[in-house]
């Protein structure tokens, strides 16, 4: 599974509660409910409980990428998670 291979990337290098795993928990379950929701595309709940992961995980990016940018870049580059500007 997704989550598996993303935890043993980040394990090796940080500890269950650093940013980095929890930015790598919320991609895996974004990705799991986006799945769900495009077989269900009415399920609102649904939808709601996304937009608020998808929050929390803006929330930490924003702190990672002000705090950290190193590890910033190298977690966006892992995860996938953003288009890179070419420029």
Do not use: A, P
């Not at 500890?15 to 379950?29: A, L, M, R």
Request: charged letters at 30%; a positive charge; glycine letters at 4%.
């Amino acid at each position: 599974m997704i989550k598996n291979s993303f935890i043993s990337v980040i394990q090796q290098e940080e500890k269950c509660g650093s940013i980095e795993f929890q930015i790598c928990s919320f991609t895996n379950k974004i990705r799991i409910l986006t799945l769900h929701l495009e077989l269900h595309k009415r399920d609102f709940l649904s939808q709601r409980g996304l937009r608020i992961i998808l929050g929390k995980r803006q929330r930490l990016l924003n702190y990672l990428s002000k705090k950290k940018r190193v590890r910033y870049k190298k977690l966006i580059g892992q995860l996938d998670i953003r288009e890179s500007k070419t420029r």
